[in-house]
């Protein structure tokens, strides 16, 4: 009796070892953007002889990984267009006005994905891209996905390099001309999880 | 790069057709009924700003966008038919006073509409919609006060002169578009005027006037609440056609009209020069690096 008691105990704790073990392999793990980690800049063409730097200083985001199924992981990113900052305060301000983002009427650029997939490197991602008040379907190759613990967090990374033009989101078609159409957008950035 | 000369064009243009649509429209010397002069001068208005827009390319997006598409798709449209309604003689100054009240709230939600200030907690779209209601309803009891008891060009040509003014003070600030915008209407509003007076054509202008303080305060509205114009630039324009009540004080009134008339007019036309003049520093100050415009003495020539 005590032999098959035995048996029991060991047979439900490999059980409930096994269960438990699943559950982690195939639970997505969600990650909140890490600001200090991380970066979203932009460059943009003055007078077709050089490039104006910028970036957003205020983003938030997250983003779900699931490691067995990518499929089912999803990136999600808000950027607050009111931190635009170009080292000069009198054209950030400029930025901030209806010839460009019109922060007033559209205080954020937006994107959430709908569909993942697994990659050489990381993934590539579609998803819905609002700017302007303007919503179209981009797609973008997410290298990265390396995980480190630092001080009790788990921190993963990814990066990407989109182009855009100011023209598809409904930009002053005035103001497209000094300062080029097609903007680079650079984001690098840090997940981080307990 | 803006186009001054496209600016240029398209002002002259307005004026002259907004003039010219007064000459062929009105073609007796004797007073019009009330209406049909309102609407004369609504159509003289509107055909010479309209002209304006198809030399300046300046239309309303679709779907609408911003507060510019707002004022030309919607706020506009519906303000010319009201402001020739509340012009009527038979309008009592109370009831034109609640149907500017009830328009000006209208027209301020417009403009403001699915933007960050209508937003969150309720006192902040409140305190701005009341506010700008409340200077737009005194402006324009003020000056149609004024008109009722002068009938004189100089009151619309005053609120043409601040309407330019309100332009380039929001252009000046860094919102082109929405200063350029105010350029066909003041154009339109002065040739109106204008046409009217030079060809003695009796023109009650009552509805130049009303659509000019419309087309004021959007302005004003949209440069301050979307563009870089502060409120105490706004309200200084605003306010710059009530100048013209200074020659109706006491000591002035022995003074021959023509002379009242001249005074009204270098007043406001002064004010909105100080005001001009120092929206230009500001706009060198803050612009100017970004045109080009470098200090290029030796001193700060670090490879002279």
């Known amino acids: 009796m005590h032999t098959a008691a035995q048996v029991l105990i060991r047979s439900l704790t490999v059980a409930t070892l096994v269960c438990v073990g699943h559950q982690c392999a195939s639970a997505a793990d969600e990650y909140a953007y890490d600001p200090v980690h991380s970066s979203v800049s932009f460059k943009a063409r003055h007078q077709n002889i050089s490039w104006i730097h910028g970036r957003f200083n205020a983003v938030d985001g997250k983003f779900i990984l699931d490691r067995q199924d990518p499929t089912k992981s999803s990136f999600q990113l808000t950027i607050k267009v009111d931190s635009v900052d170009t080292a000069n305060a009198a054209r950030d301000e400029h930025l901030r006005q209806p010839d460009y983002f019109d922060t007033k009427q559209f205080p ?67 103001a497209i001309g000094p300062i080029g159409d097609e903007a680079i957008i650079l984001i690098d950035c840090e997940g981080v999880r307990k | 790069m803006p186009d001054v000369l496209a600016w240029g064009v398209a002002i002259v243009l307005s004026a002259a057709a907004s003039a010219v649509c007064v000459v062929v429209f009105v073609r007796r010397s004797a007073p019009l009924p009330g209406a049909v002069s309102r609407l004369i001068c609504a159509a003289a208005v509107l055909i010479g700003a309209v002209l ?58 417009t403009l403001l509409y699915g933007s960050v200030y209508l937003q969150g907690k309720l006192i902040k779209p409140i305190a701005i919609l009341a506010s700008s209601a409340t200077l737009f309803v005194t402006t324009d009891a003020l000056l149609s006060r004024l008109w009722a008891r002068t009938q004189q060009a100089t009151i619309p040509l005053a609120v043409a002169m601040s309407i330019f003014t309100a332009g380039m003070l929001v252009l000046m600030a860094g919102y082109i578009k929405g200063g350029v915008a105010a350029f066909p209407w003041s154009a339109a509003l002065a040739g109106t005027t204008i046409g009217a007076w030079l060809t003695k054509k009796h023109l009650n202008l009552a509805a130049v006037l009303s659509i000019g303080i419309v087309v004021l305060f959007a302005i004003l509205f949209i440069g301050r ?38 005074l009204r007019l270098a007043l406001v036309i002064a004010a909105l020069l100080i005001i001009l003049i120092a929206g230009k520093q500001r706009f060198d100050r803050k612009m100017g690096p970004l045109l080009g415009q470098h200090d290029n003495s030796e001193a700060n020539c670090a490879h002279c």
């Open chain 1, 108 to 174: 954020t650029i937006e994107f959430k994905s709908t569909s993942v997939k697994p990659i050489e490197g990381g993934y590539e991602v579609t998803g819905d891209f609002t700017m302007h008040g303007t919503t179209k379907k981009i797609t973008f190759p997410m290298i990265g996905g390396k995980e480190a613990t630092f001080m009790n967090c788990k921190h993963v990374g990814f990066s990407t390099e989109l182009k855009l033009k100011r023209s598809d989101y409904n930009f002053d078609k005035n």
């Open chain 2, 52 to 109: 304006g827009h198809i030399v300046l390319g300046l239309w309303p997006n679709w779907p609408l966008a911003g507060a510019l598409d707002r004022l030309f798709a919607i706020a506009l449209p519906a303000a010319i038919p009201l402001q020739i309604f509340v012009g009527a003689k038979t309008m009592s100054a109370a009831k034109r006073f609640v149907w500017q009240l009830l328009f000006a709230l209208a027209l301020a939600w």
């Open chain 2, 225 to 262: 609440f979307f563009g870089a114009l502060t409120t105490g630039w706004a309200v200084l324009v605003a306010a710059a056609p009530l100048l013209c009540w200074v020659a109706e004080i006491p000591a002035l009134r022995a003074w021959a009209p023509w002379r009242r008339e001249c």
